[in-house]
């Protein structure tokens, strides 16, 4: 059975690099709890942040051109080279992993729930949908608040 789309990548890498993605968006929305200043600041490197799907797209691309232009005007042999990259990406779709993944994972690419997980959290800090806890002062409690919104 193939893996749910949303959470395949997730599903495939480690749990290690999972909670420290997690631990990475916490800490984010705990110090923009209190540093609320700095939310559009944040929400705007989100928005150009690439996700894993975006890396993976672009750098399968350049090595597939790359070997294809080899192969017509060097040596045909460099045809292999857009045939591995075309395999690893149905892999990819398959299954949610392939050898470059955890590449990208351990250098801090991140899935598009990933992202989408920090930013609605921190949209829901900033009070895109509706007030949080307003009575409260705690940051801490804020960010607590802002995390449950954003996993549910």
Not at 7 to 35: C, G, K, P, Y
Not at 64 to 76: N, S
Not at 81 to 89: D, E, H, N, Q, S
Not at 106 to 132: H, M, P, Q, S
Request: charged share 30%; glycine share 4%.
């Amino acid at each position: 059975m193939l893996p749910a789309t949303a959470s395949r990548v997730e599903n495939a890498t480690s749990a290690e690099l999972n909670r420290r993605f997690a631990a990475e968006i916490e800490e984010s929305v705990r110090f923009h709890a209190e540093h609320p200043e700095e939310i559009d600041e944040r929400l705007d490197e989100l928005d150009h942040e690439w996700d894993i799907e975006r890396t993976l797209e672009a750098n399968a691309a350049t090595l597939a051109l790359t070997g294809t232009l080899l192969g017509a005007f060097a040596d045909r042999r460099f045809l292999v080279l857009p045939a591995v990259v075309t395999g690893f990406l149905l892999q990819h779709a398959l299954q949610g992993w392939c050898p470059p993944v955890p590449v990208f994972r351990r250098l801090g690419v991140r899935t598009a729930a990933e992202i989408d997980r920090e930013r609605y959290a921190l949209k829901a800090l900033r009070g895109d949908f509706g007030r949080l806890d307003a009575a409260s002062p705690d940051p801490r409690q804020r960010a607590d608040t802002a995390l449950a919104a954003a996993t549910a």
